[in-house]
């Protein structure tokens, strides 16, 4: 499985982005899709999962609220929405695709290149 992760900018804090991951492999629909992020200095952190068959999400409780995640089976594609985006914010986001239901790195095998987001104040 290949990841290729796009979408990251520079935006003004309340100010929104739209993440894109397109995967590549045949059995895309089967594993849990999801987005991490690492600030710098920072350990990467856990921001949002999205099941097989898109039907359970579960979210950092900083970004319940502002991030929305979702797939595209049929196009072999999971999205980030981030919406009222503040400085903390910040980070270099990597989308990553997991065989288990897991908010943790080590559970996941397969990961993107990382984008960019960074919110100015």
């Given at each position: ?13 309340g100010g929104s982005l739209s993440l894109s991951c ?13 987005w991490f992020r690492q600030a710098p200095g920072k ?38 929405q981030m919406n009222s985006l503040n400085p903390e ?33």
């Amino acid at each position: 499985v290949q990841l290729q992760a796009s979408g990251g900018g520079l935006v003004q804090a309340g100010g929104s982005l739209s993440l894109s991951c397109a995967v590549s492999g045949r059995t895309f629909s089967l594993f849990t899709m999801g987005w991490f992020r690492q600030a710098p200095g920072k350990e990467r952190e856990f921001v949002a999962a999205i099941s097989g068959s898109g039907a359970s999400t579960y979210y950092l409780d900083s970004v319940k609220g502002k991030f929305t995640i979702s797939r595209d089976n049929a196009k072999k594609t999971v999205y980030l929405q981030m919406n009222s985006l503040n400085p903390e914010d910040t980070a270099v986001y990597y989308c990553a695709a997991s065989r288990y239901w897991s908010v943790y790195v080590r559970d996941y095998d397969s990961w993107g290149q990382g984008t960019l987001v960074t919110v100015s104040s």
